[in-house]
């Protein structure tokens, strides 16, 4: 069997001589970032062989793969729909895998499975799901880490107070956590979430591949593709190492050019939720108020999920003309799976002519390549990731890439990229005012807000 093709970068236009000083980035920088890079990787490298990253050993842990594979052969033949409750990182990474894999039509095919994932507490939409799926021919997968997640635990609380018998499946925290608890005590079938993996750096381990292996994907193939990519991200030299380089891209867009957004643009409608994915884990891993020195710094660059070609008519004009404080991220897919050819047109159309006979993938190709040289013709950097196929191993190569260029680019803003002390306040706050009082809907929770209420239109 051939080798799969790699994942290409091209980062020419984000550099200084296609974009001009003030907006590209200067070759001289890379070679001077180069050592400092450097030592981030022998300190990444020093930390996995310590385990100290669990989630870089995800995709090469055979025992994970059979638990999750035997775990779902269980089901198979049995189960029609697959409700994941479950947020953030337990959720967007089965639901962008399974969107890309499968296309943004997967829940209407007939006669293969559904997957559905919940992941917020919008008690409208959430009766509406418990009214599509049927509840014995539905598995709920449960997922939280820590296994006391207030927004999923509501969801599976709701769950048992409807009538009916349901079928349930846990994936949290080995030992701890009401939903471990709940497990053991009412004999849940459940999976481990590995101690020290992240919700968002979990997608290669059962919180993402049981899911997924639940609605026919083939895990397999998808953890051979995040090896793959793995094994380039071990290089040594920096130049031949795709995070490393994607990394220093980003940083110094930030750094050195202010580029304090950063715009990720599949060319692909399968491809469109991994900016979803993609942007949880740049912003929840690099948005910091502190430094790893305790230093108060305030940093990160906000990443904003778009769509080619349809941003092309919405947000390109201020893309092109407005602020130049992003940096442009493509994902172009080398060929499709399915084409469709278009037919032919009348002398009396001759101005849509270039159409004629061309074939609908070949147009979207074309309409990157004019976003591109539009983009670089005002002035604003991008680079393009070329994914060879929109399949299970390219697309493991991809969030493998993702999520190691995360962690090189937290050592170069000297953050650390596995915590999320933002977001943990706001978990606080929750629990304090549901604890506090008894809730007497918006209205109490407007007027306990403190302070004068005086600015009200």
């Known amino acids: 069997m051939p080798p799969h093709p790699d994942i290409k970068i091209d980062f020419n236009r984000a550099m200084a001589e296609n974009v001009g000083e003030d907006n590209g980035i200067d070759i001289q920088r890379l070679f001077e970032l180069e050592a400092q890079t450097q030592e981030i990787h022998n300190g990444i490298q020093a930390m996995r062989g ?37 947020i953030g990182g337990s959720a967007l990474g089965a639901s962008s895998l399974f969107s890309a894999i499968n296309g943004p039509y997967a829940n209407l095919k007939p006669k293969k499975p559904r997957l559905f994932v919940c992941d917020n507490i919008d008690p409208e939409a959430f009766i509406d ?21 207030s927004e999923t635990l509501a969801q599976y609380l709701s769950l048992r107070k409807l009538k009916g018998k349901r079928n349930y499946f846990i994936i949290t925290d080995p030992h701890e956590g009401a939903l471990r608890q709940w497990a053991l005590s009412e004999k849940i079938p459940s999976l481990e979430v590995p101690t020290g ?11 993402g591949l049981f899911p997924l292996a639940l609605a026919g994907v083939d895990i397999t193939e998808l953890l051979s593709g995040a090896r793959q990519m793995d094994k380039r991200c071990q290089k040594n030299h920096v130049w031949s190492n795709p995070a490393a380089m994607l990394a220093q891209v980003f940083y110094l867009a930030l750094q050195d050019k202010k580029k304090s957004e ?28 502190y430094s790893l020195k305790g230093e ?25 003309e407005g602020t130049n404080d992003k940096i ?8 499709w799976r399915r084409d469709l050819k278009m037919g032919k047109i009348s002398e009396k159309q001759s101005e849509i002519a270039f159409l004629q006979n061309r074939k609908m993938g070949e147009l979207l190709h074309t309409e990157w390549a004019a976003t591109e040289r539009a983009l670089t013709e005002a002035k604003r950097p991008n680079l393009t990731l070329f994914i060879p196929e929109i399949t299970p191993h390219a697309l493991g190569q991809l969030y493998q890439l993702l999520m190691s260029t995360t962690v090189y680019a937290g050592g170069l803003l000297n953050v650390n990229p596995f915590d999320q002390p933002g977001v943990e306040r ?11 009082r008894e809730l007497g809907g918006l209205n109490e929770l407007i007027k306990g807000r403190g302070g004068e209420e005086k600015y009200w239109v």
Request: charged content about 15%.
């Open 50 to 86: 310590m385990g100290q990253i669990p989630f870089f050993h995800l995709p090469s842990d055979d025992d994970l793969l059979n638990k999750v594979q035997n775990a779902a052969k269980k089901y198979s033949g049995k189960t029609r729909d697959i409700v994941v409750l479950g």
């Open 129 to 149: 799901l418990t009214h599509i799926v049927h509840p014995t021919k539905t598995l709920f997968v449960i997922v939280s880490k820590s296994g006391v997640t």
């Open 197 to 207: 993996v992240g919700g968002r750096y979990s997608v290669f381990s059962a919180v």
């Open 262 to 289: 950063l715009v990720f643009m599949p060319y692909s409608d399968h491809l469109h939720p991994v900016g979803n994915w993609f942007v949880q884990l740049w912003a929840e891993s690099l948005g910091k108020q």
């Open 296 to 320: 108060e710094i305030y940093c990160g660059q906000t990443p904003i999920p778009c769509r080619g070609v349809s941003d092309q008519h919405s947000q390109l004009q201020l893309f092109a």
């Open 328 to 335: 442009f991220f493509f994902v172009v897919p080398e060929k």
């Open 426 to 436: 706001t978990k606080q706050v929750t629990r304090e005012l549901m604890k506090q």
